[in-house]
């Protein structure tokens, strides 16, 4: 017996770089240092009125200002609090971890110097290595979807996980059909059950961003062992980059080196539930963006015969994030987070462009691309779709030079077809 799976087709896109710009009207281009800097100052003060209020929250959940049932419901009450607390300041502290990055890509100030002073202070403080990552970032910009360039989020292989061969006997090389019994030997080695995945995705939210800064986890596999992100003699940096790559070091010091400094007079518990709770809440949010965008059953990824840099920068998805708990809070998302999610095709397409111009720039593009029939929205982003995705994004074959994802059974969703741009009126029929 064989299995078949319904297929979309992904029709290999031909647009070039010059239509894609044309569609962005100039305006959007302009970079104001101000106009970036009000956006960082609001979410610091939001982040202050989040703070303010938790803590006077917390200081009314005493046996004198509010009568509760049972004591032990006073530490879970105050714990609550700080729960919500750590919850918005992670949420909109993120939203200054995308200022840092947009000055990552010169897009935060026409000036050079300020967007890297900018950068480099925002990322210090949010334990980023500030030009070693804007280093590796600039090349996933460069190739993504790439399979032997990305940087990141690199689809696993069908030898890398450990499978058989491809046997082309049993199952269809793009992932159509698979025979019963291959299909069994692929969910035995694959498959996940509903808690395994769920700790699974929920394990590399939480430690999946520092895991690829240290250890390239998830990151391009034809590095060599002990590639990080602090060792200017990594794999992935020119030795021009030495002296960047020890700034940034420097900056992760002084990170360190301030929270070392800050629990030594505050208490660790205060900096845990103060900072350490929202840091870890912006690896997620870091994490869950950024996989989203590029990882789905949808998203082609290419070998080098058919990469270009338009097909690259089309290979990802716009997301609502938190979309998926309504609009009010996709709403809220966007804003705390400067739209990243939302408008991330225009990111790929031109990284110079500034939030604030984002979705205006990222509207008209979409006018360009609309007709060629390329999928351009993902389901909202959220623990929901991370669990769906992280279910059903298992590998790719080693052969192929447009591979899609496929599941634990060796089905995919998508397959790949090309516009025919030489054929001729030869006599025989062009299979279209």
């Given amino acids: 017996m064989t299995t078949k799976?319904?297929?979309?087709?992904?029709?290999?896109?031909?647009?070039?770089?010059?239509?894609?710009?044309?569609?962005?009207?100039?305006?959007?281009?302009?970079?104001?240092?101000?106009?970036?800097?009000?956006?960082?100052?609001?979410?610091?003060?939001?982040?202050?009125?989040?703070?303010?209020?938790?803590?006077?929250?917390?200081?009314?959940?005493n046996p004198t200002t509010l009568s509760l049932p049972y004591p032990v419901l006073y530490p879970l009450a105050r714990f609550s609090v700080w729960a919500l607390y750590g919850f918005w300041t992670g949420l909109f502290a993120t939203g200054l971890?995308?200022?840092?990055?947009?000055?990552?890509?010169?897009?935060?100030?026409?000036?050079?110097?300020?967007?890297?002073?900018?950068?480099?202070?925002?990322?210090?403080?949010?334990g980023v290595p500030y030009h070693s990552w804007r280093i590796t970032h600039a090349k996933h910009h460069a190739s993504t979807g790439h399979m032997t360039q990305d940087q990141v989020f690199v689809p696993p292989t069908r030898s890398e996980v450990g499978l058989k061969p491809f046997d082309p006997?049993?199952?269809?090389l793009?992932?159509?059909?698979?025979?019963?019994?291959?299909?069994?030997?692929?969910?035995?080695?694959?498959?996940?059950?509903?808690?395994?995945?769920?700790?699974?995705?929920?394990?590399?939210?939480?430690?999946?961003?520092?895991?690829?800064?240290m250890f390239n986890s998830s990151g391009q596999r034809r590095y060599p062992s002990g590639t990080n992100h602090f060792t200017p003699k990594a794999a992935m940096f020119a030795p021009h980059h030495w002296g960047q790559i020890i700034i940034s070091d420097i900056g992760i010091f002084l990170w360190i080196a301030a929270l070392v400094a800050a629990s030594y007079t505050f208490g660790f518990a205060t900096v845990m539930r103060v900072y350490g709770v929202p840091y870890l809440w912006v690896n997620h949010w870091l994490v869950l963006i950024t996989f989203l965008q590029h990882t789905d059953p949808l998203l082609p990824h290419y070998r080098a015969s058919e990469f270009t840099f338009p097909r690259g920068a089309l290979a990802t998805l716009d997301r609502s994030l938190l979309g998926d708990l309504g609009s009010v809070m996709g709403w809220i998302g966007a804003?705390?987070?400067?739209?990243?999610?939302e408008t991330h095709i225009l990111h790929h397409v031109c990284s110079k462009i500034p939030h604030y111009n984002a979705w205006e720039a990222s509207a008209a593009l979409r006018k360009v691309l609309d007709p060629t029939g390329l999928r351009l929205d993902g389901a909202p982003g959220g623990w929901a779709e991370m669990y769906r995705v992280y279910k059903e994004c298992k590998f790719v074959e080693d052969e192929g030079d447009v591979v899609f994802y496929k599941n634990a059974y060796g089905l995919a969703k998508m397959r790949p077809v090309f516009n025919d741009i030489t054929a001729s009126d030869s006599g025989i029929e062009v299979d279209k």
């Fill in 169 to 172: 006997k049993r199952e269809d």
């Fill in 97 to 126: 971890w995308v200022a840092a990055h947009e000055a990552g890509h010169q897009a935060f100030s026409e000036s050079k110097t300020i967007n890297n002073v900018v950068g480099w202070i925002l990322h210090s403080a949010l």
């Fill in 5 to 61: 799976q319904e297929q979309g087709v992904y029709v290999v896109p031909d647009i070039s770089v010059k239509e894609l710009l044309a569609a962005i009207p100039a305006h959007c281009h302009k970079r104001s240092a101000l106009r970036s800097s009000v956006h960082v100052f609001w979410n610091l003060f939001v982040i202050g009125v989040f703070y303010q209020v938790a803590t006077y929250a917390a200081a009314l959940v």
């Fill in 174 to 213: 793009n992932g159509a059909s698979v025979s019963d019994e291959v299909k069994k030997e692929l969910w035995e080695a694959l498959g996940d059950s509903p808690l395994g995945a769920t700790i699974g995705f929920m394990s590399y939210l939480i430690a999946g961003w520092p895991l690829y800064l």
């Fill in 335 to 341: 804003h705390a987070t400067l739209g990243i999610s």
